[in-house]
Protein backbone atom coordinates (compact mmCIF):
# COMPACT_ATOMS: atom_id res chain seq x y z
CA UNK A 1 0.00 0.00 0.00
CA UNK A 2 1.16 3.44 -1.03
CA UNK A 3 1.54 6.38 1.70
CA UNK A 4 1.32 9.96 0.94
CA UNK A 5 4.43 11.27 2.23
CA UNK A 6 4.50 14.74 1.20
CA UNK A 7 4.27 16.85 4.54
CA UNK A 8 1.09 17.32 6.14
CA UNK A 9 -0.01 20.77 5.37
CA UNK A 10 -3.12 20.85 6.49
CA UNK A 11 -2.28 21.14 10.52
CA UNK A 12 -3.84 24.40 11.85
CA UNK A 13 -2.00 23.61 15.24
CA UNK A 14 1.27 24.62 13.48
CA UNK A 15 2.43 27.84 15.05
CA UNK A 16 4.45 30.38 12.78
CA UNK A 17 8.21 30.85 13.59
CA UNK A 18 8.79 34.20 15.08
CA UNK A 19 12.36 34.18 15.06
CA UNK A 20 13.12 34.64 11.19
CA UNK A 21 11.97 37.89 9.42
CA UNK A 22 9.55 35.81 7.44
CA UNK A 23 6.98 33.42 10.04
CA UNK A 24 6.92 30.28 9.06
CA UNK A 25 3.62 29.09 7.91
CA UNK A 26 2.94 25.94 5.73
CA UNK A 27 1.00 25.93 2.46
CA UNK A 28 -2.23 24.13 2.15
CA UNK A 29 -1.96 21.15 -0.21
CA UNK A 30 -4.67 22.41 -2.37
CA UNK A 31 -3.43 25.92 -2.64
CA UNK A 32 0.09 24.20 -3.90
CA UNK A 33 -2.25 22.10 -6.37
CA UNK A 34 -3.70 25.43 -7.73
CA UNK A 35 0.08 27.46 -7.53
CA UNK A 36 1.58 24.84 -9.33
CA UNK A 37 -1.13 24.84 -11.92
CA UNK A 38 -1.47 28.57 -12.64
CA UNK A 39 2.31 28.59 -12.97
CA UNK A 40 2.09 25.63 -15.77
CA UNK A 41 4.77 23.71 -14.28
CA UNK A 42 6.08 20.60 -16.17
CA UNK A 43 8.92 18.45 -16.54
CA UNK A 44 11.56 21.04 -18.33
CA UNK A 45 11.05 23.65 -15.48
CA UNK A 46 13.53 24.54 -12.42
CA UNK A 47 11.41 25.78 -10.05
CA UNK A 48 12.88 28.04 -7.23
CA UNK A 49 11.19 28.47 -3.96
CA UNK A 50 12.61 31.32 -1.77
CA UNK A 51 11.99 30.90 2.18
CA UNK A 52 11.03 27.24 1.12
CA UNK A 53 10.35 25.86 4.29
CA UNK A 54 9.83 22.02 4.80
CA UNK A 55 10.40 21.96 0.84
CA UNK A 56 6.18 20.96 0.51
CA UNK A 57 5.82 23.25 -3.08
CA UNK A 58 9.06 21.82 -4.62
CA UNK A 59 8.40 18.19 -3.28
CA UNK A 60 4.72 18.19 -5.11
CA UNK A 61 6.39 20.31 -8.17
CA UNK A 62 8.74 17.06 -8.28
CA UNK A 63 6.28 14.83 -7.47
CA UNK A 64 3.20 15.28 -9.34
CA UNK A 65 4.55 17.64 -12.29
CA UNK A 66 8.13 16.55 -12.96
CA UNK A 67 9.98 19.37 -12.21
CA UNK A 68 13.02 19.94 -10.65
CA UNK A 69 13.77 22.76 -7.90
CA UNK A 70 15.44 24.52 -5.69
CA UNK A 71 14.46 25.39 -2.32
CA UNK A 72 16.44 28.97 -0.95
CA UNK A 73 15.78 28.75 3.22
CA UNK A 74 17.97 30.50 6.03
CA UNK A 75 17.05 27.86 8.73
CA UNK A 76 18.98 25.26 8.98
CA UNK A 77 16.48 22.50 10.48
CA UNK A 78 14.10 22.98 7.91
CA UNK A 79 16.55 22.34 5.17
CA UNK A 80 17.25 19.31 7.04
CA UNK A 81 13.63 18.86 7.09
CA UNK A 82 13.02 19.37 3.74
CA UNK A 83 15.90 16.79 2.57
CA UNK A 84 14.00 13.91 4.82
CA UNK A 85 10.52 14.76 3.24
CA UNK A 86 12.45 14.76 -0.02
CA UNK A 87 13.72 11.62 0.38
CA UNK A 88 10.65 10.33 1.52
CA UNK A 89 8.91 10.96 -2.21
CA UNK A 90 10.98 9.43 -3.87
CA UNK A 91 12.46 13.20 -5.35
CA UNK A 92 15.59 14.20 -3.74
CA UNK A 93 17.86 13.86 -6.85
CA UNK A 94 15.32 16.17 -8.47
CA UNK A 95 15.46 18.84 -5.72
CA UNK A 96 18.59 20.94 -3.75
CA UNK A 97 17.75 22.86 -0.52
CA UNK A 98 20.20 26.07 -0.12
CA UNK A 99 20.91 27.66 3.16
CA UNK A 100 20.80 31.12 2.03
CA UNK A 101 19.19 34.47 2.38
CA UNK A 102 16.73 34.97 -0.47
CA UNK A 103 18.23 38.48 -1.74
CA UNK A 104 21.67 37.02 -1.93
CA UNK A 105 21.05 33.49 -3.57
CA UNK A 106 21.56 32.69 -7.32
CA UNK A 107 17.83 32.62 -8.69
CA UNK A 108 19.00 33.53 -12.47
CA UNK A 109 18.29 29.73 -13.91
CA UNK A 110 15.02 29.66 -12.50
CA UNK A 111 11.77 29.21 -15.38
CA UNK A 112 9.33 29.38 -12.38
CA UNK A 113 9.97 31.35 -8.49
CA UNK A 114 6.78 30.74 -6.32
CA UNK A 115 7.15 32.68 -3.14
CA UNK A 116 4.67 32.42 0.40
CA UNK A 117 6.32 35.94 2.07
CA UNK A 118 5.26 38.74 3.64
CA UNK A 119 3.83 41.90 1.47
CA UNK A 120 6.65 44.32 2.22
CA UNK A 121 9.40 41.16 1.79
CA UNK A 122 7.71 40.56 -2.01
CA UNK A 123 8.21 44.46 -2.66
CA UNK A 124 11.44 44.32 -1.54
CA UNK A 125 12.02 41.18 -3.80
CA UNK A 126 11.02 43.04 -7.07
CA UNK A 127 14.00 44.49 -7.94
CA UNK A 128 16.01 41.05 -7.71
CA UNK A 129 13.18 39.32 -9.36
CA UNK A 130 13.18 41.77 -12.92
CA UNK A 131 16.42 42.24 -13.18
CA UNK A 132 17.70 38.22 -12.77
CA UNK A 133 15.29 36.52 -13.90
CA UNK A 134 15.07 35.73 -17.48
CA UNK A 135 12.15 37.08 -19.28
CA UNK A 136 8.74 34.55 -19.55
CA UNK A 137 10.05 33.45 -16.24
CA UNK A 138 6.90 32.52 -14.15
CA UNK A 139 6.50 33.98 -10.72
CA UNK A 140 3.52 32.83 -8.57
CA UNK A 141 2.78 34.19 -4.85
CA UNK A 142 0.37 32.68 -2.34
CA UNK A 143 -1.56 35.31 -0.40
CA UNK A 144 0.73 38.36 -1.32
CA UNK A 145 1.31 41.13 -4.19
CA UNK A 146 3.81 42.88 -5.81
CA UNK A 147 2.87 46.99 -4.78
CA UNK A 148 2.03 48.93 -7.68
CA UNK A 149 3.47 45.57 -10.00
CA UNK A 150 0.18 44.28 -10.99
CA UNK A 151 -0.53 40.75 -11.68
CA UNK A 152 -0.65 39.20 -14.98
CA UNK A 153 -2.90 36.90 -13.67
CA UNK A 154 -5.15 36.17 -10.41
CA UNK A 155 -6.55 33.06 -9.26
CA UNK A 156 -9.29 33.88 -6.12
CA UNK A 157 -9.76 30.87 -4.02
CA UNK A 158 -12.21 30.65 -1.37
CA UNK A 159 -9.86 31.65 1.31
CA UNK A 160 -6.59 33.23 -0.44
CA UNK A 161 -5.50 35.12 -3.33
CA UNK A 162 -2.65 33.22 -5.80
CA UNK A 163 -1.23 36.03 -7.95
CA UNK A 164 0.89 35.37 -11.07
CA UNK A 165 3.53 37.79 -13.33
CA UNK A 166 5.47 36.72 -16.01
CA UNK A 167 8.60 38.87 -16.13
CA UNK A 168 8.82 41.16 -18.91
CA UNK A 169 11.95 41.88 -21.54
CA UNK A 170 13.03 45.61 -21.10
CA UNK A 171 11.98 46.88 -24.45
CA UNK A 172 11.70 50.88 -23.57
CA UNK A 173 13.42 52.95 -26.61
CA UNK A 174 13.51 53.22 -29.82
CA UNK A 175 13.27 50.05 -32.59
CA UNK A 176 12.88 50.57 -36.37
CA UNK A 177 11.97 47.55 -39.01
CA UNK A 178 11.11 47.31 -42.35
CA UNK A 179 7.55 45.42 -43.05
CA UNK A 180 7.42 43.01 -45.70
CA UNK A 181 5.40 45.59 -48.07
CA UNK A 182 8.75 47.64 -47.71
CA UNK A 183 7.34 50.34 -45.50
CA UNK A 184 9.20 52.10 -42.70
CA UNK A 185 8.21 50.88 -39.22
CA UNK A 186 9.79 53.46 -35.83
CA UNK A 187 8.35 52.86 -32.53
CA UNK A 188 9.36 54.59 -28.97
CA UNK A 189 8.08 52.61 -25.85
CA UNK A 190 7.75 53.54 -22.29
CA UNK A 191 7.52 50.82 -20.09
CA UNK A 192 6.44 50.48 -16.34
CA UNK A 193 6.75 46.72 -16.03
CA UNK A 194 4.66 44.93 -18.47
CA UNK A 195 2.61 48.06 -19.71
CA UNK A 196 4.06 49.42 -22.77
CA UNK A 197 3.08 52.70 -24.05
CA UNK A 198 4.64 55.62 -26.75
CA UNK A 199 4.60 56.58 -30.24
CA UNK A 200 4.89 55.48 -34.19
CA UNK A 201 5.86 56.69 -37.52
CA UNK A 202 5.54 54.36 -40.48
CA UNK A 203 7.18 56.51 -43.77
CA UNK A 204 8.64 58.92 -41.29
CA UNK A 205 4.56 60.09 -40.79
CA UNK A 206 3.38 59.87 -37.44
CA UNK A 207 1.11 56.72 -36.93
CA UNK A 208 -1.59 55.55 -34.20
CA UNK A 209 -0.04 52.96 -31.73
CA UNK A 210 -3.50 51.37 -31.02
CA UNK A 211 -2.24 48.49 -28.89
CA UNK A 212 0.88 47.31 -27.35
CA UNK A 213 1.18 43.78 -25.14
CA UNK A 214 4.13 42.48 -23.79
CA UNK A 215 4.39 38.76 -22.34
CA UNK A 216 7.85 38.07 -21.64
CA UNK A 217 9.70 38.54 -25.01
CA UNK A 218 7.40 38.82 -27.07
CA UNK A 219 5.32 42.07 -28.07
CA UNK A 220 2.17 42.68 -29.89
CA UNK A 221 1.81 45.65 -31.57
CA UNK A 222 -1.20 47.09 -33.75
CA UNK A 223 -0.64 49.85 -35.76
CA UNK A 224 -2.57 52.62 -37.50
CA UNK A 225 -1.46 54.43 -40.46
CA UNK A 226 -3.88 56.30 -41.39
CA UNK A 227 -7.49 56.87 -40.67
CA UNK A 228 -8.28 55.17 -43.84
CA UNK A 229 -5.85 52.57 -43.36
CA UNK A 230 -6.17 49.06 -41.72
CA UNK A 231 -4.02 48.58 -38.77
CA UNK A 232 -1.09 46.43 -38.83
CA UNK A 233 -0.41 44.30 -36.42
CA UNK A 234 2.94 42.76 -35.57
CA UNK A 235 4.79 40.51 -32.56
CA UNK A 236 8.19 41.77 -31.71
CA UNK A 237 10.87 39.31 -30.12
CA UNK A 238 13.33 40.52 -27.77
CA UNK A 239 16.34 38.77 -26.91
CA UNK A 240 19.27 40.36 -24.05
CA UNK A 241 17.44 43.47 -24.72
CA UNK A 242 17.61 43.68 -28.20
CA UNK A 243 14.94 43.48 -31.49
CA UNK A 244 15.58 39.85 -32.49
CA UNK A 245 12.90 39.40 -35.15
CA UNK A 246 9.42 41.00 -36.16
CA UNK A 247 6.77 39.06 -37.52
CA UNK A 248 3.84 41.01 -39.62
CA UNK A 249 1.03 39.18 -38.20
CA UNK A 250 -1.59 40.40 -41.29
Same mark, same amino acid.
Given at each position: ??? %? ?15 ? %? ?29 ? &? ?10 ? @? ?28 ? !? ?20 ? @? $? ?5 ? !? ?7 ? $? ?6 ? &? ?20 ? @? ?20 ? @? ?32 ? $????? !? ?18 ? !? ?6
Amino acid at each position: MFR %DLTPDLDNDALEPDMLL %DVPFVPTDKGVIKEMLKLAEVGRKDMVYDLG &SGEGCILIAAAR @YRGARGVGIEIDPLRIADAMEFAADAYVEN !QLDFVEDNIFDADISEATVVTL @Y $LLPTVNV !QLRPKLLNE $LRPGTRVI &SHAFDMGDWQADEKLELSSVTI @YKWVIPAQIAGAWEWEGYDGKA @YRVELQQKYQEVSGSAWVDGEVAELKNAVLSGNS $LWLEI !QPGAASSPDSFTLTFEKNEL !QSVEHDN
